[in-house]
């Protein structure tokens, strides 16, 4: 028999051999490898698309834990703001160009430099007429604070201070209206047992002036001027965001 025929003759028993043990392998559940067999490689893995980690709820930001972190954040920094406004005793207008210049400043690094916030431009005439005059609103709200912080005590201002959401809902009512989210009237009636007691807080203080209470009405008129121009500015353009509208008014108002 020639080298060929003898390779024929025996690799045909060979190959049915392998076929077989290959068909019972397929049917029957794996056996444990052997310490001496070489462990054969499961290539489906290898193929399939690798599985995404499932979400958990807390890889979610709430927008509920959001809110609550900026309106912990808001009264800490008023509460800092307040107390070191007095005791620095610095004339308001200083104290006020001081403040809007280190808050756009802040904000220029936050969304310009740093683009921690996309930045969005003021898209035309309205949006900038709109924007400075929520800009005048706002300087003049911190001027005529700081200025009702200079002739009374902090707690005493605070107080009145108590009383701008009557101004807002006000303000609300007369330039938006209850279709765009203007107070109803019994919204206003709701607020007046507030202005009731900041009221009598207020007329009983030691250090009370009748400058201090203008100066102090007239912060709760820019104050809720503010929030209603805000409110227009992104009824009206909804590409404003808030960290962009904050860098305009404070460089507006400067």
Known sequence: ISPLGFLNFRSKPLLCEILTEMARIGRSPPSPVAADEPA????????????????????????????????SLWYGASVVATNTSKALGV?????????????TGCSLVF???????PYVPISGRDELALTAALGVAFAGGFVTLNSALAQMHVSLVMTLRATEPLFTLGLSARCLGAADGGASRLALLGLLPVVTGAALSAFGSADFTASGLLACALSNVCFAARGVLTKKIKQRFRAANDYSLFLHINALGL
Not at 91 to 103: E, G, I
Not at 111 to 117: C, M, S, T, Y
């Open 91 to 103: 004339h308001w207008s200083v104290l006020t160009a001081c403040q809007l210049l280190v808050a």
């Open 40 to 71: 054969a490689v499961d290539v489906e893995p290898l193929l399939s698309p690798p599985a995404m980690p499932a979400e958990t709820p807390g890889s979610v930001r709430s927008p509920a834990l959001e809110i609550a972190a900026m309106i």
């Open 111 to 117: 969304v310009v430099a740093l683009r921690l916030k």
